[in-house]
């Protein structure tokens, strides 16, 4: 395995740390309880954990308000814990990737502290301040992505600041050699702490027009929609600048990088496809020199029809730079759960869609034991958005309920009460129950990961798109003489697949239906939802 490898061949699993495992009763997930749960990942069969913010934070957007880069917030546990967590995960092969949040930090961290107590602090310019408008108000129209304008007024220093999120999580001015140093340092702690690279939370973000300039109306904009898609992100987010950043960021991270490992940066990304493509970065020396996995997250957004995804794969994979690396999500802590989106059926067709596609897979935890949406009543609702713009259905807590392990109290958890609730289904969809069962949804996770591990044509093969009818996407992977043809029948109807397509003497390696298995005799005819993948 070449150091690239684990990033480019892997898999990723995604843990919301409060939701994961709790230790110590309190209800909210910690290190120590990721680290009771290591061996659970080993035989999963992923290679790197993600874990969403775990530092000091007054928790005003559940970790993403940062109060302190360095240390980790005592809910969470101690740098002791951490270390352990990573010697832990060291010990099993398991590479960490912690999230990083460079756009703002919590208004309680001391440089914004400082930054506010008057207009000529030398951390005043370390955030973006602005006088009102000449007739007063806002200095512009920009508003935050949770609702309301971005921009929170001091009374006491008279001017305005900036917020892409909450008025407690004002945005760093990225213009400032000093931040910029500052955010730097902040990776090399963790590089030296050994972590194997960062998630970074809206990249896009970090740069806002030079002249604040009005952002333009959107106009395809529906009442209804999310508030913040009023106007067109023009001059608050991807702009050109941010060329610079990432390779500026990516060099802090090749620091750390050895001949064993490489380390990685997987950006937070909503961009159109052309765009997000830019932050693979430009290439010198022929390489590319931004962010290694650009999240692409159009599997997220993407219509559940064969025709639909079809298309999508057919772009990003025409649409990616020389030497790129591709990746796919079905899910994350920001969104409704596949599950939910396209039911538990579809959802083992998803699955197999991703953990076969050309591109590292990132699962997010409980997707693999089929966890849905838990509907949350407005008097539990713990996140800000949802608070904010109430009863719009953009609120996350349903996809942060506590991971569902076994038939124990509350799930195996916690020992405690749980700080979101468990979704009512717990008693049977937990861990425990499907380890036991061929057909859940735990298994078929389990044995598409072990296939995806054995078969080099799945996890660093070629991919070829191929026509097998309106309903049934379908595509090959091979490396050297191994081909393997994928088959995602998307009909609620048998459909038989075209023998042409068909290697000789067909054998079904893996199928989202258990009852499916070995030698095909004559047609292939897909179930109704069946996914299949063949190989001679
Ligand atoms: C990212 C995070 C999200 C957070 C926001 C502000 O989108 O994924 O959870 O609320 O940034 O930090
Ligand atoms: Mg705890």
Redesign the pocket.
């Known amino acids: 395995m070449s150091a690239d490898a684990w990033w480019k061949n892997g898999i990723v699993y995604q843990i919301y740390p409060r939701s994961f495992q709790d230790s110590d009763g309190d209800g909210i997930g910690d290190l120590q309880g990721i680290q009771r749960r290591l061996d659970y990942l080993v035989e999963l069969g992923v290679d790197a954990v993600w874990i969403s913010p775990i530092y000091p934070s007054p928790m005003a957007?559940f970790g993403?308000d940062i109060s302190d880069y360095c240390n980790v917030d005592p809910r969470f546990g101690t740098l002791e814990d951490f270390d352990s967590l990573a010697a832990e995960c060291k010990a099993r092969g398991l590479k960490l990737v912690l999230d990083f949040?460079p756009?703002?930090t919590s208004d309680r961290h001391p440089w914004f502290v400082q930054s506010r107590a008057s207009r000529n602090n030398t951390k005043r310019d370390w955030y973006l301040w602005q006088d009102p408008a000449p007739g007063g108000g806002p200095p512009n129209n920009w508003l935050s992505n949770f609702g309301g304008p971005a921009w929170t007024f001091d009374e006491a220093s008279g001017q305005y600041y900036c917020h892409s999120?909450l008025k407690e999580?004002p945005d760093l001015n990225w213009r400032s050699p000093e931040v910029r140093k500052a955010m730097y340092d902040v990776l090399r702690f963790w590089l030296r702490r050994g972590v194997d690279g960062f998630r970074v939370?809206?990249l896009y973000h970090l740069i806002k027009d030079v002249e604040f300039r009005d952002n333009p109306q959107n106009p395809s904009f529906q009442a209804g929609q999310d508030p913040s898609h009023q106007l067109l992100p023009l001059y608050t987010t991807d702009r050109p600048e941010m060329q610079d950043i990432i390779v500026e960021m990516r060099r802090v991270v090749d620091e750390f990088s050895d001949e064993a490992s490489a380390r990685v940066l997987i950006g937070?990304l909503y961009l159109p496809l052309e765009r997000l493509m830019a932050y693979y970065g430009r290439t010198s020396d022929g390489l590319l020199q931004g962010v290694q996995l650009p999240f692409n997250f159009q599997l997220i957004t993407a219509p559940w029809h064969a025709a639909e995804i079809d298309r999508i794969v057919r772009n990003y994979e025409a649409a990616l730079p020389h030497g790129a690396a591709p990746n796919w999500v079905l899910g994350?802590?920001?969104k409704p759960r596949i599950a939910s989106r396209v039911g538990q059926e579809r959802a083992r067709l998803a699955a197999m869609l991703l953990l076969t596609l050309r591109g590292t897979p990132t699962l997010y935890y409980g997707d693999e034991i089929g966890l849905t949406d838990v509907p949350i009543p407005p008097d539990e609702v713990q996140d800000p958005f949802e608070k904010n713009e109430p009863g719009k259905g953009l609120g996350?807590d349903p996809q942060r309920t506590p991971m569902q392990w076994s038939g124990a109290h509350a799930a195996g958890f916690t020992d405690g009460t749980p700080w979101l609730r468990l979704g009512g289904d717990w008693s049977m969809r937990n861990v425990e129950a499907q380890q036991g069962d061929p057909a859940s949804m735990l298994q078929l996770y389990k044995k598409l990961i072990a296939l995806r591990r054995n078969e080099h044509a799945l996890h660093e093969g070629s991919h070829e798109q191929l026509e097998a009818g309106a309903d049934v996407l379908a595509y090959a992977r091979s490396a050297g003489t191994r081909r393997l043809v994928v088959l995602l029948n998307f009909a609620t109807s048998e459909t038989p697949v075209a023998a042409e397509l068909l290697p000789a003497d067909t054998v079904v390696l893996a199928s989202t239906h258990a009852d499916r298995t070995g030698a095909v005799k004559g047609e292939l005819v897909l179930q109704p939802l069946e996914g299949v993948i063949v190989a001679q």
């Open positions: 957007d993403y949040v756009n703002h999120f999580q939370d809206v937070e994350n802590h920001d996350r």
